[in-house]
């Protein structure tokens, strides 16, 4: 309870301390920024501090941490000292004329950090999944005495991994004087509380600015409608999630099914709700039933195989408890959103020369850019792309909303995105110094198109109230043929670009085309596209789905003439276009996959489709929930169908907390409280032990090895070596550790033992139930020849000299 009050506390300060910037930097928001307030204060913070350690200027202790501080406290006392606008009586007033405003936001972050904070309590173990890597790295991060932090489980490096949320995490950590194994979970609750508060802030700005257009003020009542109709955002963003809650539901009572015959779920042929439901019950009762509503999508190869596809979705990754760089970004995501949307209405408005380019956006305005899209970048590289494509957009509608749609707005969005984009390199340089990668290239996508039934069950809660806005938006004159045909040149254009890259692969006799010809037992190329084609021609559903979406969103955006004068023609559209932007860049996300994905160690779509699929729930919950606030005023009969929509969408949140949360016993926000007492003695003992590389057992992924170095934050020899080759892109960095470490426990010659354990400068060697059980260890040369500085149980830790 005390750390949950000390990060709350500090994090509200924080919000506090930020908000004179962001009063000046965000002055045509209606809420001045203050909903991103605590957003932009860590990230500023955060850089500050990672900056200054990065380049010995700091260290990695709490006066690196207060002189990062200092930065923020700078800059913001700056801000309220330029002109008579933004001196504090001016921000005071505000804050008292905006009362209500104020409480809402507070209130909103207060109740979505204690709820998740409680939902952890009763969930707590870093225990499975990604949760030990993502504790192993919040840990190293405390241990580190300087940046770059050191790799965890492959002593001797940095970590090569996107890592600016663990940096964060330990920063407030190490502030409050919290353990990291605490930290872990507080810091999820964090993640989506601060979500909360973010989504709630940009739908608040888009629907003040539409109100705004129509009349000088915005009156009382009006606010309170406003401020209402906000949450919705962190509704659809947090809590709705995708059908297959509904669908476990009436699967489990048994509804729709047919014994022994073809049926509604052996159609839909969704892993798991195809079989036999044998035992009728009210609620989900198979073991992690949960964990299904990830793994919707589903893929085959030719061969009837199935192949593993993850389609997480917010609420399912916060139940979980993975504190992920997808997760970790949301908030930040967020921002980078708000700042699109701030750059779209004309923020920022100036002038910025640099070489032969001349930018409207003041230099102010493309710092912030950059350093948000790098802050993007070190927090989870996949979400660079969309965020820029974004802002680069918005720059150039910017642009034309003063001048006009010209040729010239397309050299706008290519040349902003450039710079920005470099800039946003250069002040992370450090980071890209010592980052490398499992990327290596595209490959196309030629046997896997998403069924239209997988997409409505992933998607299908927030198309509803997206197709319903933009039909109630379709009146006018509209150059649909236009609009859809642009879409789909587009979509044959990657079915095309698909086939040549396949094709040129197989005239090498190499790549993908060549892989799947052999393992599909194909006789060539040809009969590969003609069994390719029917599976996707027999698949439209998908396709159609997303050329509708598509396809409506650019006809809208681009091609629905305005009469002169109108009320669409003046600002109040601007957030209406917006809306159609983020639409269309999601459906470009969830599209791509379709045809293309980026080359990994899995061989597959399935990372593609995680990443993409995130980032495109995201960018169509805020459109859900502002197409649902306009069309909650203004139709009753989307009120009743809203009322179905949310019960629907909601049964995955209720049914899913009752199966994984464990009220009924004690609460604790210890991530680590699963490990055994012996092992955590060890543990404690290390944590207060002088700095030093530690020699444990090596396994697997998703299993207990590794446990000592992710638990005391000292790196190991070698910790899961799956991670680091997908970390690193191959093996090269392990070389031979795996094997040298089962020859230290089970060699009895010492001198060759001396010698490996010199070669990685092992300070503790550790010797438990699980390095018993994995190596036939000889222990007694280490007690002829070490010092036991250690030992409980089954759990000694011998001492190097």
């Avoid at 173990?125 to 840990?139: C, D, R, S, V």
């Amino acid at each position: 309870m005390l750390n949950f009050l000390l990060w709350y506390l500090t994090i509200t300060l924080l919000g506090l301390l930020t908000f004179p910037l962001s009063y000046r930097l965000f002055s045509k928001f209606a809420d001045r920024g203050y909903s991103l307030s605590r957003a932009a204060g860590m990230l500023i913070w955060g850089y500050a501090f990672w900056m200054l350690t990065s380049l010995g200027i700091a260290q990695n202790n709490l006066g690196g941490i207060l002189l990062g501080l200092a930065v923020l406290a700078g800059l913001s006392f700056w801000s309220l000292n330029r002109s008579d606008e933004y001196r504090i009586s001016n921000l005071l007033n505000w804050l008292k004329s905006n009362a209500r405003l104020v409480i809402t936001v507070e209130s909103l972050f207060f109740f979505a950090f204690g709820a998740l904070a409680l939902l952890r309590a009763a969930n707590p173990e870093a225990l499975g999944t990604e949760k030990p890597m993502e504790l192993a790295f919040i840990n190293a991060i405390l241990r580190s005495p300087t940046f770059p932090p050191r790799d965890p489980w492959l002593s001797g490096y940095g970590i090569s991994y996107y890592h600016f949320g663990y940096i964060l995490t330990a920063m407030l950590a190490k502030l409050t004087a919290t353990a990291g194994s605490i930290a872990f979970n507080l810091m999820t609750a964090l993640i989506f509380a601060l979500s909360a508060i973010g989504a709630y802030g940009i739908l608040y700005n888009l629907l003040s600015f539409q109100t705004l257009d129509l009349s000088p003020q915005i009156s009382d009542n009006s606010k309170i409608k406003i401020q209402n109709s906000s949450l919705l955002a962190p509704l659809f963003l947090l809590l709705v999630s995708n059908f297959e809650g509904f669908l476990e539901l009436i699967h489990q009572k048994g509804i729709l099914w047919v014994s022994g015959a073809p049926n509604f779920w052996t159609w839909l042929n969704i892993k798991n709700l195809n079989e036999d439901p044998t035992t009728l019950t009210p609620i989900p009762e198979r073991f992690w039933w949960w964990w299904r509503a990830s793994r919707v999508i589903q893929d085959f190869d030719l061969l009837g195989s199935q192949q593993e596809v993850i389609d997480e979705f917010p609420f399912f990754s916060f139940l979980l408890g993975d504190l992920h760089p997808h997760v970790l970004a949301i908030p930040f995501a967020l921002l980078a959103i708000a700042l699109a949307f701030y750059i779209f209405i004309g923020g920022w408005h100036g002038e910025t020369k640099l070489f032969n380019f001349r930018f409207s956006l003041s230099p102010a305005g493309l710092f912030i850019t950059a350093l948000v899209l790098g802050g993007l970048a070190f927090l989870n590289t996949w979400d660079i792309l969309p965020a820029a494509a974004l802002i680069a957009a918005a720059y150039a509608f910017s642009r034309a909303n003063s001048e006009g749609w010209h040729w010239e707005r397309l050299e706008d969005f290519l040349y902003f995105g450039m710079l920005t984009g470099i800039a946003a390199i250069a002040l992370y340089l450090p980071f890209y110094l010592g980052f490398a990668s499992q990327a290596g290239g595209i490959l196309p996508n030629l046997i896997n198109p998403t069924r239209g039934a997988h997409l409505w069950v992933m998607f299908g809660t927030l198309f509803i109230p997206i197709f319903l806005w933009m039909i109630q938006l379709w009146r006018g004159e509209i150059n649909w043929k236009l609009g859809f045909g642009l879409v789909f040149g587009l979509l044959f254009a990657l079915w095309l670009f698909s086939w040549i890259i396949a094709w040129a692969a197989s005239i090498a006799n190499s790549g993908l085309a060549a892989t799947l010809i052999q393992s599909q037992g194909l006789t060539g190329v040809g009969e590969l596209f003609r069994r390719a084609t029917a599976l996707r021609l027999n698949y439209f559903a998908g396709g159609l789905t997303l050329f509708l979406v598509a396809g409506g969103a650019v006809s809208l955006l681009f091609f629905k003439k305005m009469p002169k004068n109108a009320e669409q023609d003046s600002g109040q559209a601007r957030p209406v276009s917006f809306i159609l932007l983020l639409i269309l860049l999601g459906s470009l996300l969830v599209i791509a996959p379709e045809y293309l994905y980026l080359r990994d160690q899995f061989g597959t779509r399935m990372n593609t489709i995680f990443k993409f699929y995130y980032q495109a729930w995201l960018l169509w919950s805020l459109a859900a929930a502002y197409g649902s606030a306009i069309l909650l005023k203004k139709y009753r009969a989307y009120q009743i169908g809203f009322i179905f929509l949310l019960a629907m969408a909601l049964v995955y949140p209720v049914y899913g907390v009752l199966a994984k949360a464990h009220f009924d016993q004690p609460l604790t926000l210890n991530s680590a409280a699963h490990v055994q007492p012996d092992e955590t003695a060890a543990i404690a003992w290390l944590e207060t032990a002088p700095d030093g590389v530690l020699l444990e057992a090596v396994g697997g992924s998703y299993t207990g090895y590794a446990r000592i170095s992710t638990n005391s934050g000292l790196p190991t020899v070698l910790g899961w070596p799956g991670h680091e080759s997908q970390w690193r892109g191959g093996y090269e960095e392990m070389g031979s550790r795996q094997s040298d470490i089962e020859k230290i426990y089970t060699l009895s010659n010492w001198e060759e033992t001396k010698r490996l354990l010199a070669q990685y400068e092992v300070r503790y060697v550790i010797v438990g139930g699980l390095e018993r059980s994995t190596y036939r260890v000889d222990e007694q040369k280490f007690q002829q020849y070490l010092e036991p500085v250690f030992s409980q149980g089954e759990m000694t830790i011998y001492l190097v000299p």
